[in-house]
């Protein structure tokens, strides 16, 4: 089946560095990847859709500059939190989409910062 | 050995129909989620429960936190429900099942 390898699982880091999360595709490739954003209690929140090789679509009310994503090849998209704030304290997660396998997730992601 | 089983995997319903998809899980818990994934790949998150049931328009969900089991049904189903629908559980970190895919005909 298909996997996606989302790492880290769990990050601490201090406000004002920058993070960033890797999702693989461990045996296949994924053309789009979407990335998610859960803030505590409450449901999953797409943030951006992106495509291999162009540029992310963002959702509205969601920062382009401040979350960073790149999708250079097929099997790797990262999405770098920048200059982090403890606002964006959250669990992210990653999920691939492929005209065979349909759509896998990643385990997530969940960034603390202090 | 996947924490979250979802069954059935495909589905195909007449509009009209009543459907249910389950969901059983091996993990503790603090909530379970339904998702629903359109075509386009959108996730709209139907449900957050941690215990009893929850009705919202034709969709309920349902869990029974000592059988580690829980259900969505669709009531009076309609094409536009075609989707994929996910169970996750959140176990501090998430488990997805593998969703499922259902069809619904007019």
């Known amino acids: 089946g298909a996997v996606v390898s989302q790492h880290p699982s769990w990050v601490i880091c201090k406000s004002g560095t920058s993070v960033k999360i890797e999702c693989r595709s461990l045996?296949?490739?994924?053309?789009?990847m979407f990335w998610y954003r859960q803030f505590p209690k409450q449901s999953l929140m797409l943030m951006a859709t992106?495509?291999?090789?162009?540029?992310?679509?963002?959702e509205q009310g969601v920062e382009k500059d401040k979350f960073l994503i790149n999708h250079a090849s097929l099997t790797l998209s990262t999405l770098t939190v920048t200059s982090a704030h403890p606002e964006d304290s959250s669990f992210y997660i990653c999920?691939?989409?492929?005209?065979?396998?349909?759509?896998?997730f990643g385990s997530g992601t969940r960034l603390t910062v202090v | 050995k996947n924490e979250v089983e979802q069954s059935p995997q495909n589905l195909t319903a007449q509009e009209g129909e009543f459907i249910t998809i389950n969901c059983s899980y091996s993990?503790?818990?603090?909530?379970l989620h339904w998702l629903q994934q359109h075509p386009g790949g959108g996730i709209v998150s139907l449900f957050m429960?941690?215990?009893g049931k929850k009705k919202h328009g034709r969709l309920i969900a349902t869990i029974n936190i000592q059988e580690k089991h829980s259900s969505l049904h669709i009531t009076a189903s309609h094409p536009r429900d075609s989707a994929v629908y996910i169970c996750?559980?959140?176990?501090?970190?998430?488990?997805f099942g593998t969703g499922t895919s259902l069809t619904v005909i007019p």
């Open positions: 999920s691939a989409a492929t005209p065979n396998y349909g759509y896998t």
């Open positions: 045996d296949f490739q994924a053309t789009t």
């Open positions: 992106s495509n291999e090789g162009s540029k992310a679509t963002y």
């Open positions: 993990v503790g818990i603090s909530a």
């Open positions: 429960l941690s215990s």
């Open positions: 996750a559980v959140d176990e501090g970190q998430f488990y």
